[in-house]
């Protein structure tokens, strides 16, 4: 049994309105039966009633039949599933929202337009699947395209961050401070100064050259970025016009798990540079 099919079962209006019903009804009955009322003259030095039992013994079977039919109907159970699954799902959109919201302010105005177009692509599939037909398919593709809309606001936010520390600027201070040290190299009569000199500008180089190398794979994320806005883009054309299909799910799916490992990995390899910067400082 699901948890939440008792408690929804429980909170069900119309069982509440039963329970309020067999309470009054119940409360105006019995003090017209005769031979209860022997009984709650023989209960009354007791310090209760008779009738205060019967009352609520009989309100909660009435109460409790009622829970157990909603329990075993189909329809409740359908409709308590799509109760579910809607809450997920709009749970799931906030929960992009309020990513969005973390990172908009970080981005420059290209990165910030890119973000809030699939935001609001995910957000017209949300709306078009609360607003139509919730079939198996559909909610698989909603639940998805969401998990690619996540994927994508951490991937960008990696982006942001490698980007901000691999920057032009970067390699054009170490180029200039490289012909520099070189000019000074050339002029040293020192053999120390010498040997400190090429030390530096062989840092200097290796630095560039990793620069160089984060600038290539940051084309590639960009790239990944720009697959991920056209398969949002796409999946929201396919369910708004009901073309939902096992493969483009499965295409989805495995967008998906792609930007996740990506992520992933970026993340390592960002952990490592920065281990490693750190251990050279």
Do not use: W
């Not at 929960?95 to 969005?100: F, I, L, M, R």
């Amino acid at each position: 049994m699901r948890p939440g099919l008792l408690k929804g079962a429980l909170l069900l209006r119309r069982n509440l309105i039963a329970l309020g019903t067999a309470f009054v009804a119940l409360r105006l009955l019995l003090p017209r039966i005769p031979f209860l009322v022997t009984y709650e003259n023989a209960f009354a030095n007791r310090g209760y009633t008779i009738f205060e039992v019967i009352i609520f013994g009989l309100s909660l079977a009435v109460y409790g039949g009622f829970v157990i039919q909603s329990m075993l109907s189909p329809e409740f159970r359908e409709t308590l599933e799509q109760r579910e699954v809607i809450n997920e799902i709009r749970k799931a959109s906030e929960e992009c929202h309020q990513a969005v919201r973390n990172l908009k302010r970080k981005l420059d105005p290209g990165a910030q337009q890119r973000l809030s177009n699939v935001l609001k692509e995910s957000d017209e599939i949300v709306q078009s699947f609360l607003g139509g037909d919730k079939n198996f398919l559909k909610v698989r593709a909603v639940r998805q395209s969401l998990k690619l809309t996540l994927a994508y606001i951490r991937l960008a936010d990696m982006f942001r961050v490698r980007a901000s520390a691999s920057s032009g600027d970067r390699i054009s201070q170490l180029a200039r401070r490289i012909n520099a040290n070189t000019s000074n190299l050339n002029n040293a009569r020192d053999p120390g100064v010498s040997d400190e000199l090429k030390r530096v500008i062989a840092a200097d180089e290796r630095m560039i050259e990793s620069l160089k190398n984060e600038r290539f794979e940051l084309e590639r994320i960009d790239a990944r970025l720009q697959y991920m806005e056209s398969s949002i883009g796409m999946l929201k054309y396919n369910i708004i016009s009901n073309l939902e299909s096992e493969d483009i799910l499965r295409n989805l799916e495995s967008d998906v798990h792609e930007a996740d490992a990506l992520n992933s990995v970026l993340n390592e390899r960002y952990d490592e540079r920065r281990e490693e910067k750190r251990l050279r400082l």
